[in-house]
């Protein structure tokens, strides 16, 4: 089956930048959206971020708005998140995802393990 793996976590300081890469393995992810969700600690996930297999459809959250762009390589089956103007509450667990559609995105087929991004103050 895909597998997708997150890398690119880490900790920076407020107003940094980091850039999360989610790789896809296995089986070709093709024709399905793909983004990204996080979780920080004792709080519910949310939605930060999809784009389509094309590229031509990105959606961001009202909170990563101006800060995040998401990308993907699907030469490389690889979709990226680049943060900047990072900030305190954007520390959480952010997993990539894979779903059959942008619509159906909070039932995603695939998702990774993880990585955590803390941002201090």
């Known amino acids: 089956q895909a597998q997708l793996v997150e890398s690119g976590g880490g900790v920076v300081q407020a107003g940094g930048s980091l850039r999360l890469s989610c790789a896809a393995s296995g089986r070709t992810v093709s024709n399905k959206a793909m983004g990204w969700f996080r979780q920080a600690e004792g709080k519910e996930r949310e939605f930060v971020a999809v784009t389509s297999w094309s590229g031509g459809s990105k959606y961001y959250s009202d909170s990563v708005q101006g800060r995040f762009t998401i990308s993907r390589d699907n030469t490389k089956n690889t979709v990226y998140l680049q943060m900047n103007s990072l900030k305190p509450e954007d520390t959480a667990v952010y997993y990539c995802?894979?779903?059959?559609?942008?619509?159906?995105?909070?039932?995603?087929?695939?998702w990774g393990q993880g990585t955590q991004v803390t941002v201090s103050s």
């Open positions: 995802f894979a779903s059959k559609s942008i619509p159906t995105m909070t039932a995603p087929d695939f």
